[in-house]
């Protein structure tokens, strides 16, 4: 493949031979997230000590996820599954009660075809607890695709709307909230007057697992657009998942989310919106307004806002402009953040993408053309399922200001003296949203201001000579 | 099916690619689906190794499950073959090749006869052994390859060095403190005039293997790895070994006692005497001696403490606390279930009880019943030690980055008593420390919420912002209301909402 930088976005595929987390890692942040519900690993000690590695420290605080371990036994079926799951699941109940228990199939589970979603509606009114089933393998998927698949199994648990009733729920909900905060002061009631104020508009619901306080940043944005939020999948607890149902809107917060918006719109008859995502404030911007005109709502004070952040992001910017950036690619959230870098006056060699849904990402796959041709940038060469090794070749030909890339690479390319950002961070760290937009530059510029301190000294190579061209 | 939570030693293939990854110019290719390449992660991270890892994945997919690997492995290898030179490329099976059951050894076969590399099938089998037995028969299985060739080839070289000298075997990657406990049998080797013959396989050469019998005897540091070779080596060249594990004096000074043995044996002109090198170490270099006679050591006479690691760590520790300090060990332990029978012959009369199991919840159960003064773990054992209170010294794998320290800090050796002491000694006082401050009611720790002393303020949460408030990270929060109520002073507001919380956020931040 030519380093040549084309004027039109380039898309190629290569073996697949790159580092990346398993699937199963999903399980770190879900179990955090809903607050309820308790994660089982259906798999082997690989599972097990990957978890075990990659969590650290969580590991130690009681986790609501263990892993059912799979002995010789289970593999040549000596045991029978169902009565091994059933005793480990009474197990779970007993000790800690959840609302849900997820399963989660691994590659050992498909390789001997353990049947997991023909075992867990018997178990379910067996045991009484909701058992959801989400098959996050490594056969098939990479890093943050985990979510998307247990998004998507728990989209079909979500209660069913029927917008007719709806309506006088909702009477019915205002009327005991008003009831509630009538001791209050009244400023209270002002502001209940003030949500009543928004505009009617069709319920929306939005996918993807967010910590609470960035999904209340996200809600609040929208809220000042007249909007409201009516559920988020994931909710905070199991026991509030949104409801759903034909007339009901959704919209993804991120990229990698494609299963769970087919199966909202196939399954559940929900109306997707397909926006760029709010991440970086040209992200947010592009998807408020996305959202507001499906809804035929005229958005205000947006560009002030937008523009708001930009300034307030001036010092990073000043220390991107004109720095190139290669992503390996890993997690699913490089089209979005290269677009916003753009933006940022930053120069992208190349996307690598484990996987590019095409459709669900086509409104990014757009903003991101825009602004290249906007600032007049060079387009990226996306490549799906990149090839580690062949992009180590590219990176010592282009020597890229900035590499981001998984754990495995970063120190080795550091002791080469390419500043790298671990690109598992993005997936951590808060980046939704105008708020978070600086977070962002934060992770991204800090590799630089380091080393800027360091280049002086004369050390950027680290590595011994006869080791230079091993890979 | 077994409910776990936390294991203390990895998958078979994690003990393959240390023992790969740790030679020189070794490459080992995986079977396995996408992201169990884990292992360069953990490599990179704990190591902080600058070289990119020498491990790749062939990797397993829907279409090799629905087609098997067909050419995809053998490709896979001549390729890295091509690009990499390296001598020796081990494919590595996992828990996913295992149960797949594709006929590795086959592909093998056919990739060696268009590589210039040597290809071999790394003979461990996920279901039967962990990590640590799956290093030790892939040490031992990369080692008795060579020396087979180079026996076929002629090559072999079976007389020995004119002067004394060592193989050391076991040696690798994410091993427990071995880079420095390499240093310091290196030294200890030298102080008594033995070359060192070979490092396996850290560092090691898989092309200087066949000059391993021109050693006078091995040196096997660590029970876990590297006894299967020593024991092959013995077999067929008749090398003996020690494997004695050099660790607290006593240990070492029977250690050293049997390089003596060994040296003298073979050396008809010369006699070695090292019992003088033994005593002046003993007394004046290394401070463990008389730190257990010094009043110190006296003051932690009788106190309890508890030990589990692998069998090496648990049993040395086991050994130094009861022997050398007169520290009570009311229980010591292993996760090495396959080596329990050596463990308890070792520890035997050394400790009350002795527990062996790798599931950590029985442990954090036993520490908790005998709550000891101090607890000698794994990074497990110091986790279970926070949550009950208790000071704990980690002295064995499984281990966090702060166990890679950049510092010398060996186990091994006569330094490495020392740094043993200091752990000792430093777990113990901070405990004390901690149960005299409870008895006197603690330091002035009552919480700083405001940076001014009056506490009157005229600003109001409401409800909703004071739910968001308690959903911040409780480190944060108390600046975050700090800051959110400067915010709102400055700008006249007081009533505080969310809106105004991430108005302040953002305002603050920029």
């Not at chain 2, 030179?85 to 592909?107: A, H, M, W």
Request: aromatic share 8%.
């Amino acid at each position: 493949m030519s380093n040549k930088i084309s004027e039109t976005l380039t898309f190629e595929c290569e073996t697949g031979n790159y580092h990346t987390f398993c699937p199963i890692s999903c399980v770190a942040w879900l179990y955090q997230k809903i607050e309820d519900s308790f994660f089982l690993v259906v798999g082997t000690k690989t599972c097990g000590y990957f978890l075990q590695n990659a969590l650290g420290v969580m590991i130690f605080a009681e986790p609501r996820y263990a892993m059912a371990e799979l002995e010789e036994g289970d593999i040549s079926a000596q045991l029978n599954d169902y009565e091994e799951l059933k005793r480990l699941c009474l197990q779970i109940k007993k000790n800690r009660n959840p609302s849900v228990i997820i399963w989660i199939g691994t590659c050992t589970t498909e390789i001997i075809k353990m049947d997991l979603e023909g075992m867990a509606p018997k178990l379910e009114t067996e045991i009484g607890i909701p058992i959801v089933v989400a098959r996050a393998n490594g056969l098939d998927y990479a890093f943050t695709q985990g979510e998307d698949t247990v998004l998507a199994a728990m989209a079909h648990r979500c209660p069913e709307r029927i917008l007719s009733i709806d309506r006088k729920d909702k009477t019915i909900q205002d009327q005991t909230i008003q009831d509630l905060f009538s001791f209050l002061p009244p400023k209270k009631k002002e502001e209940i007057l003030e949500s009543k104020k928004l505009k009617k508009h069709p319920p929306l619901v939005l996918s993807g697992s967010l910590p609470s306080t960035v999904a209340s940043q996200l809600s609040l944005e929208l809220k000042r657009q007249s909007i409201q939020v009516s559920g988020w999948l994931p909710a905070q607890r199991y026991t509030d998942l949104p409801s759903l149902g034909e007339g009901v809107y959704v919209c993804g917060i991120n990229p990698f989310l494609s299963r769970t918006a087919t199966t909202l719109m196939r399954r559940r008859k929900c109306k997707l919106i397909g926006a760029p995502f709010p991440i970086g404030p040209d992200g947010t911007r592009a998807w408020i307004e996305k959202i507001c005109s499906v809804f035929g709502i005229e958005t205000h004070g947006l560009e002030e806002r937008e523009q708001q952040m930009w300034e307030s992001l001036k010092d990073y910017l000043d220390l991107v402009r004109g720095k190139s950036v290669f992503f390996m690619g890993d997690n699913l959230l490089e089209i979005s953040l290269a677009r916003f870098l753009i933006r940022c006056g930053m120069i992208v060699y190349e996307i690598g993408i484990p996987y590019l849904d095409k459709r669900y990402q086509a409104a990014e796959l757009v903003l991101l053309q825009n602004t290249c041709e906007n600032l007049c940038t060079p387009m990226p060469h996306i490549v799906e399922k990149p090839d580690n090794y062949n992009q180590i070749q590219r990176m010592r030909e282009l020597q890229p200001d900035l590499a981001i890339t998984g754990m495995a690479h970063a120190n080795p390319l550091e002791a080469r003296g390419i500043n790298t950002k671990w690109s598992v961070e993005f997936t951590f760290a808060q980046i939704h949203g105008f708020t978070n937009a600086r977070d962002v530059l934060e992770l991204v510029t800090r590799p630089l201001r380091r080393n800027n301190g360091l280049e002086n000294l004369g050390w950027t190579n680290l590595i011994k000579k006869e080791n230079e061209s091993k890979v | 099916m077994k409910l776990a939570y936390w294991m203390y030693a990895g998958p078979a293939h994690i003990g393959t690619l240390r023992v790969a990854s740790s030679f020189k110019n070794v490459h080992a290719i995986m079977h396995a689906p996408l992201g169990d390449d884990y292992f360069n992660v953990m490599r990179s991270m704990l190591e902080r190794e600058r070289d990119f890892t020498p491990v790749t994945a062939s990797i397993v997919d829907r279409h090799v499950l629905a087609r098997g690997s067909q050419e995809k492995v053998v490709d896979n290898i001549t390729r890295k073959d091509k690009e990499e030179c390296p001598d020796l490329i081990v494919l590595t099976p996992t828990c996913t090749s295992s149960i797949l059951q594709e006929d590795l050894q086959n592909f093998v076969d056919r990739a060696s006869i268009t590589s210039n590399s040597d290809v071999i099938l790394a003979d461990v089998n996920h279901y039967r052994v962990n990590e640590l037995q799956a290093a030790d028969r892939t040490l031992e299985q990369v080692v008795r390859y060579y020396l087979d060739k180079a026996n076929r080839q002629g090559t072999l070289n079976k007389s020995i060095t004119d002067k004394p000298s060592a193989n050391i075997i076991g040696i690798f990657t994410l091993g427990f403190h071995n880079q420095h406990d390499c240093r310091e049998l290196k030294r200890l080797l030298q102080d008594l005039d033995i070359k060192i013959n070979q490092v396996i396989p850290e560092g090691g050469s898989v092309k200087n293997l066949k000059n391993l019998p021109k050693a006078w005897f091995n040196l096997v540091p660590y029970r876990e790895v590297g006894l299967m070779t020593a024991i092959y080596l013995e077999k067929q060249f008749g090398m003996p070994y020690i494997s004695t594990t050099p660790m607290g004096i006593v240990d070492t000074a029977e250690c050293i006692r049997q390089i003596e043995k060994h040296v003298n044996k073979l050396n008809p002109n010369k006699t070695f005497n090292y019992e003088p090198y033994i005593d002046q170490q003993t007394r004046f270099v290394s401070q463990a001696a008389w730190f257990s006679r010094s009043i110190d050591c006296q003051n932690l006479t009788g106190k309890k403490a508890v030990v589990f690691g692998d069998a090496t760590h648990a049993a040395s520790i086991t050994k130094i606390l009861a022997r050398e300090m007169g520290i009570c060990v009311s229980c010591t332990g292993t996760y090495c279930i396959h080596d329990a029978e050596w463990f308890k012959e070792q520890v035997q009369g050394f400790s009350d009880e002795i527990l062996i199991t790798d599931n950590h919840t029985e442990v954090g159960d036993m520490i908790a019943r005998i709550e000891p003064s101090a607890i000698f773990g794994t990074q497990m054992e110091r986790h279970i030690g926070k949550r009950l209170d208790i000071p704990c010294g980690v002295i064995s794998s499984p281990v966090h980055i702060q166990n890679f320290p950049l510092g010398y800090r060996p186990f091994l050796g006569y330094e490495g008593t020392n740094q043993i002491a200091d752990l000792v000694y430093n777990s113990f006082t901070l405990g004390m420390e901690d149960h005299l401050l409870e008895i006197f009611g603690g330091h002035d720790t009552k919480e700083v919420i405001t940076k001014s002393l009056s506490t009157d303020t005229d600003l109001t949460w409401n409800y909703e912002s004071q739910l968001e408030l308690n959903k911040i990270p409780g480190f944060v929060r108390g600046k975050i209301k700090r800051n959110t109520e400067k915010f709102a002073r400055q700008n006249g507001i007081t009533n505080i909402t969310i809106e105004v919380m991430y108005a302040a956020k953002e305002a603050l931040s920029a």
